[in-house]
T-cell receptor, first 109, second 112 residues
Framework: DAKTTQPTSMDCAEGRAANLPCNHS???????VYWYRQIHSQGPQYIIH???NNETNEMASLIITEDRKSSTLILPHATLRDTAVYYC??????????FGQGTELSVKP | AGVTQTPRYLIKTRGQQVTLRCSPI?????VSWYQQAPGQGPQFIFE???????SEGNFPNRFSGRQFHDCCSEMNVSALELGDSALYLC????????????FGEGSRLTVL
């Protein structure tokens, strides 16, 4: 079973920041937080991951709370092409990625 | 990521079998297979590394797979059931980050 809880859906205005929350209150000390997204009719795409420090790459930023029980994926300037299902995954290296149902993000003009 | 899955779409009837293909899978990469039902997240089927099954999810023995050295991977599903209708995704691992997978676009199977 997925170890994360995400809102089912969210809307965001084009050009604004999209903040996608994820709760993972049972995360263990050696487990990472991974984010993937899946655009309609495509396979999932890796976005970013982190352990306890905040991370940033060319796609997004990941903010992990100090107690590591929740995190937020930030898309700083959402575009229409960012419309997708976003999956937050708790991953133990050596294990397998377990996807939940994700958050369906709709970016609107 | 260059992962190609074939066929992209196929229709089968109950009781038949199907073979799905995933390529390329280069050396030192593991390959994982997932099943995605409509409106659901992908569900892990199994993972192969060095041509051996390394881990598996909760799928029946009707689901089997192979990894070929420096080439590709196949998944076979026998005795198809209506509930097997889904998008089947193949993913290869990154050589740098173990949790970073590169997915293909999937094979959409419809069982009638």
């Amino acid at each position: 079973d997925a170890k994360t809880t995400q809102p089912t859906s969210m809307d965001c205005a084009e050009g604004r920041a999209a903040n996608l929350p994820c709760n993972h209150s049972t995360i263990s000390g050696n487990e990472y937080v991974y984010w993937y997204r899946q655009i309609h009719s495509q396979g999932p795409q890796y976005i970013i991951h982190g352990l306890k420090n905040n991370e940033t790459n060319e796609m997004a930023s990941l903010i992990i709370t100090e107690d590591r029980k929740s995190s937020t994926l930030i898309l700083p300037h959402a575009t229409l092409r960012d419309t997708a299902v976003y999956y937050c995954i708790v991953y133990n290296q050596g294990g397998k990625l377990i996807f939940g149902q994700g958050t369906e993000l709709s970016v609107k003009p | 990521a260059g992962v190609t899955q074939t066929p992209r779409y196929l229709i089968k009837t109950r009781g038949q079998q199907v073979t799905l293909r995933c390529s390329p899978i280069s050396g030192h990469s593991s390959v994982s297979w997932y099943q995605q039902a409509p409106g659901q997240g992908p569900q892990f089927i199994f993972e192969y590394a060095n041509e051996l099954r390394r881990s598996e999810g909760n799928f029946p023995n009707r689901f089997s797979g192979r990894q070929f050295h420096d080439c590709c991977s196949e998944m076979n599903v026998s005795a198809l059931e209506l509930g097997d209708s889904a998008l089947y995704l193949c993913a290869r691992s990154s050589r740098e980050e173990i949790g970073e997978l590169f997915f293909g676009e999937g094979s959409r199977l419809t069982v009638l």
